[in-house]
């Protein structure tokens, strides 16, 4: 950090921009800005560079880097009233009206004593003024103007602007909105519409309602990330032709002490001045999460008794109509989210084939289009949401746009394999063709791949996949393997979980660890969760002892509780692995959890010859070695063991090679190097001419399983 050098900088931008050079004056900002990134060249006016480089940027044009830049400023210097103002003309420019006077609103919160612009004490009023008239608010907007012209009585530009806005007609001043979103863009969800439509109505006819004694007002609109939240209710103010005012965390909060409670009443007054409009909570949980901790939480809760305050308020306006969006309806605060406040609570579910197959329509209906199996799509994007359909028809579109070609279904599904499973496995990919399986386990595995790649493949059998599997066996048998290549065949995002990346020291970090786990997996789907070591995590609650154990139940119980959410069409499957199936909780291997067990037992002789075929096949072998023999020798070994073996004696032909006097003609592996291999093992040497066909090394009842 180079102070003397940014103040420099700045002061040079400075005399770029008097003389016009808007390109020198930002080159010249920016590198004040990358002498100085900790803002403190200026102590006293932190954001001053970023705002010089935001006014040189909108001097040249570039309005997006513009609003962005003071964006910074205003993150450095929340209490600028200059710089929301300067915010609020870039918006104005940008068209973006609504956000445009809430930058107004905030530099009129900070105007002090009228001394922010001495010179025209007026200009933050008549800009209030002028936003309220795109808006279509003429009340507010003669409101404001006259009281610029009041501040300003000589200002000619303030007077006539209130003399035209006074002497314009109606429809003039209120021009009908065009180009919006309606329900016609929302696919599906008619229900939802319909009590939209419902609720609505009685805020919008309230004089009608009052003569049945209705006074209802307040939507929670409830649903997972994706779900379509913040789409409907900007269709629902394109619907019904209404001004769509968003809140969002950041807008009616601060860190300062009752600044937050400020914003929200102005909040609120914007909307009794717009009306009618649709006041629109975005992310609700963040602004009305309960406050458990009452000392801890003290500004929190005056904050949520100052908005059911207003709440109760506005639901008296007529023609405001009170909408709210959460993912969380767990953590709101009881007291504002009941009825009386929020009267209907709307719940979005995955959309079913019938409506994934209207959003897909809606989506692509103003699109050029080929050739689209709709049905085909609504059935392959079973557990999709409404925003994985966007990205997946954004993403397919982009491909057709590139290529210059409408879409169709093969761009839809390059679109798929790029977007599907983010989180896939990415170590060594392994098929079904390289694992010699019995046919009990194949059958199992055929079973699971199909329903994780289409949940409704079962319907017409009654059958719905299951939630989860537990493959349980000897040590070495393939159990980790097996769930990779299911993970790599079915396409799926692959999570190995094992105790430790669970288990923490600080008390609510582990069950919030697997918290995350789900989320994570869910928003990759399809996902499968593999727990090795199984019996670690899962273990038996009864017999956790110590002071450990009240923390292991609250981890197990927190799977259970997750476990217990996922729905058929989640597309998300748990896999674990164990040794010790008796040790792992009985609850997780009850029906709905871990449902399916599958044994994994040691490699029968097919299987361990198969394997020495596949763990020698890179080595050159000595011709008396005779692989029928050591796949009899090692009965009752597993795949891991087999694998060990061939590398001891691949090890011990080496080192004979190293002690011969003079380098061997040719370099091989011979039978007695594996001789000396099963001896560090354990087991008799194999001798040599066996013959399966007679009976030697004839598999052993239930072995079943090899990986290849």
């Known amino acids: 950090m180079d102070i003397a050098e940014a103040r420099a900088a700045n002061v040079r931008g400075n005399e770029c921009l008097q003389r016009g050079d808007y390109a020198a004056a930002i080159a010249a900002y920016r590198e004040a800005i990358a002498a100085d990134p900790q803002a403190q060249a200026y102590p006293r006016e932190r954001g001053i560079i970023h705002a010089n480089l935001a006014y040189a940027l909108s001097l040249d044009g570039d309005l997006d880097a513009a609003r962005e830049a003071y964006e910074v400023a205003i993150a450095l ?81 303030y007077r006539l602007a209130l003399e035209q806005l006074r002497s314009a007609t ?8 065009a180009g919006r979103l309606t329900f016609a863009d929302v696919g599906g969800c008619l229900e939802v519409k319909q009590s939209i439509r419902q609720a609505m109505q009685i805020v919008l006819n309230a004089q009608r309602a009052a003569r049945y004694r209705i006074q209802l007002n307040g939507i929670l609109l409830i649903g997972g990330p994706g779900a379509g939240k913040t789409f409907l209710a900007e269709a629902t103010a394109g619907e019904f032709r209404l001004p769509l005012l968003r809140v969002t965390l950041s807008e009616v909060t601060s860190k300062w002490a009752g600044e937050g ?20 909570f975005d992310d609700f949980e963040g602004v009305a999460a309960t406050a458990r901790d009452m000392e801890s939480n003290l500004e929190h809760r005056r904050f949520l008794e100052v908005l059911t305050q207003h709440i109760e308020q506005i639901r008296q306006k ?37 409506e994934r197959r209207a959003m897909l329509e809606s989506l692509l209906r103003s699109r050029p289009t080929g050739e689209i199996n709709y049905d085909y799509w609504a059935a392959r994007a079973t557990g999709f949401t409404a925003a994985d359909l966007t990205r997946l028809v954004n993403a397919a579109a982009l491909d057709a746009f590139e290529s210059d070609q409408p879409i169709t279904d093969q761009h839809l599904s390059a679109a798929l394999l790029r977007l599907e499973a983010n989180d896939r496995f990415a170590g060594v990919k ?13 059958a199992a595995f055929r079973l699971i791949q199909r329903l994780l790649e289409d949940p409704d493949a079962g319907h017409g059998f009654g059958l719905t996949p299951p939630s989860g599997a537990v493959l349980y066996g000897p040590p070495g048998t393939g159990k980790t393997t097996l769930a990779r290549v299911l993970a790599h065949e079915a396409r799926c995002s692959f999570y190995a979980v094992t105790p430790s990346d669970i288990y923490a020291k600080w008390a609510g970090e582990s069950e919030r660890r697997v918290t995350e ?90 299987q361990r010859y198969a394997l020495f075929k596949l763990f020698t096949e890179r080595m050159q072998l000595d011709g008396a070695v005779c692989l029928e023999s050591l796949a009899a020798a090692t009965a009752g070994k597993s795949g891991a063991d087999i694998e060990e073996l061939c590398r001891a004696a691949a090890r011990a032909a080496f080192l004979r090679y190293l002690d011969a006097p003079s380098p061997p003609s040719r370099r091989a592996v011979a039978m007695d190097d594996f001789s000396k291999a099963l001896a560090l093992m354990s087991v008799s040497p194999a001798q040599p001419a066996a013959n399966p066909a007679s009976g030697i090394g004839a598999p052993l009842p239930g072995e079943a399983i090899a990986v290849r």
């Not at 109606?170 to 009908?176: E, K, Q, W």
């Not at 409670?261 to 629109?280: D, G, K, S, Y």
């Not at 392994?430 to 194949?442: G, H, P, Y």
Request: hydrophobic share 45%.
């Open 77 to 157: 210097e929340p209490r600028r009233a200059t710089y929301h103002n300067e915010l609020g003309d870039v918006l104005f420019r940008l068209e973006d009206w609504s956000s445009a006077l809430a930058a107004y609103h905030r530099a009129a919160q900070s105007e002090t004593f009228l001394r922010v612009y001495p010179e025209s004490p007026g200009l933050i009023q008549y800009n209030l003024g002028l936003a309220y008239q795109r808006l279509g608010n003429v009340e507010a907007a003669q409101r404001h103007l006259a009281e610029a012209a009041r501040r300003e009585p000589r200002n000619e530009a």
């Open 318 to 354: 007529p023609g405001v109509a009170l909408m709210a969006a959460t993912s969380q309806p767990d953590i709101l605060d009881a007291a504002i989210a009941r009825p009386g406040r929020f009267d209907w609570r709307i719940t979005l579910h995955p959309p079913d084939a019938t």
């Open 430 to 442: 392994r098929s079904w063709a390289d694992i010699v399986l019995s046919e009990e386990v194949r």
């Open 261 to 280: 409670t400020e914003r929200l009443r102005q909040v609120f007054e914007q909307a009794a001045q717009r009306a009618p409009c649709l006041l629109f």
């Open 170 to 177: 109606p429809a003039v001043a209120t021009p009908a909105p």
């Open 517 to 606: 786990l789900f989320q994570r997996a869910r928003a990759n789907r399809p996902s499968i969760i593999f727990f090795d070591e199984a019996d670690a995590l899962f273990g038996a609650r009864s017999t956790a002892i110590g002071e450990a154990a009240p923390h292991v139940n609250r981890v197990v119980n927190q799977f259970l509780a997750e476990m217990d959410g996922l729905r058929a069409n989640d597309r998300l499957f748990l896999l674990a692995a164990t040794n010790r199936l008796d040790l792992i909780d009985p609850a997780m291997l009850r029906a709905g959890r871990l449902s399916e067990k599958v044994h994994v037992p040691l490699p029968g002789y097919a």
